[in-house]
């Protein structure tokens, strides 16, 4: 793409969901089984985020044979099982870089990073819940809201 980013890893594994907050946005019991899509976003060699998606797996049949098959995750659950995208909404906070953030990230443990929360719907009801880790040193998240008024962006 135009900013020089690409999917280093992209793994696809089934997990028993035991997270609260994961069950009651999929909208399924505490202990159902779910998808998870762990993917880093690098350009060149610097990693500038990580992703964890999880989605049903009973909207989303055999999802597990694609790992490290598909860049952008919308288009392709579009594609392959017909679905409808319907919208998301996305919490946006400020945290520090944990161990596990700064190891992935190649930061020191502390740096601050964008935290977001997304929750996403589709025509069979929860599309997916996804926490991302962002740096803020390399990274710029831009918001619009309505149509694009801009000829240009800004970078």
Request: charged share 15%; with cysteine; proline share 5%.
């Amino acid at each position: 793409d135009k900013f020089g980013s690409s999917t280093i890893f992209a793994h696809i594994h089934t997990i028993h969901c035991t997270d609260e907050t994961i069950s009651q946005v999929l909208e399924i019991p505490v202990g159902t089984m779910v998808y998870r899509i762990q993917r880093i976003f690098y350009s060149g060699d610097n990693p500038l985020m990580f992703l964890n998606n999880y989605l049903r797996m009973d909207f989303f049949p055999n999802l597990d044979r694609w790992t490290e098959q598909f860049w952008d995750l919308y288009p392709f659950l579009v594609q392959h099982y017909n679905i409808q995208y319907q919208g998301c909404s996305e919490y946006i906070s400020a945290v520090s870089a944990d161990l596990v953030d700064a190891q992935i990230l190649h930061i020191n443990p502390g740096v601050p990073l964008l935290n977001s929360r997304r929750i996403a719907r589709c025509n069979l009801g929860p599309l997916e819940y996804a926490v991302l880790r962002i740096r803020t040193d390399v990274m710029e998240l831009c918001i619009t809201m309505g149509p694009n008024l801009e000829s240009n962006s800004l970078n």
